[in-house]
Nanobody, 124 residues
Framework: QVQLVESGGGLVQPGGSLRLSCAAS????????MGWYRQAPGKQRELVAS???????NYADSVKGRFTISRDNAARTVHLQMIGLKPEDTAVYYC??????????????????WGQGTQVIVSS
């Protein structure tokens, strides 16, 4: 199994910055993509940013130029640096590990995993 533990959420004023971190632990062979999703009250969960093991990134249009995702494969961590935060960025942010390959009963299986979520509130 794989566990994802997020940290770094909190309350920040509009225009402020936060850095979210997610650490993966457990026994696995590799993780293809890691990313951050968010879910605001009454809305569906949406992709914020993702990064592959090779470093290819993808961002939601609403965060381009303000958020930066980075990944340390050796440390099994992914970070989301957020600047210029807006009230509409308020949401629970979830870390995701996609296409995680691990050994299971003599073979390789792939699964997706989610963290427990960390709250980000942007308010004056």
């Amino acid at each position: 199994q794989v566990q994802l533990v997020e940290s770094g959420g909190g309350l920040v004023q509009p225009g402020g910055s936060l850095r979210l971190s997610c650490a993966a632990s457990g026994t696995f062979v590799s993780i293809n993509a890691m990313g951050w999703y968010r879910q605001a009250p009454g809305k569906q969960r949406e992709l914020v940013a993702s990064i592959t093991s090779g470093g290819t990134t993808n961002y939601a249009d609403s965060v381009k130029g303000r958020f930066t995702i980075s990944r340390d494969n050796a440390a099994r961590t992914v970070h989301l640096q957020m600047i210029g935060l807006k009230p509409e960025d308020t949401a629970v942010y979830y870390c995701n590990a996609a296409n995680v390959r691990r050994w299971y009963r003599g073979g390789i299986v792939t699964d997706d995993y989610w963290g427990q979520g960390t709250q980000v509130i942007v308010s004056s």
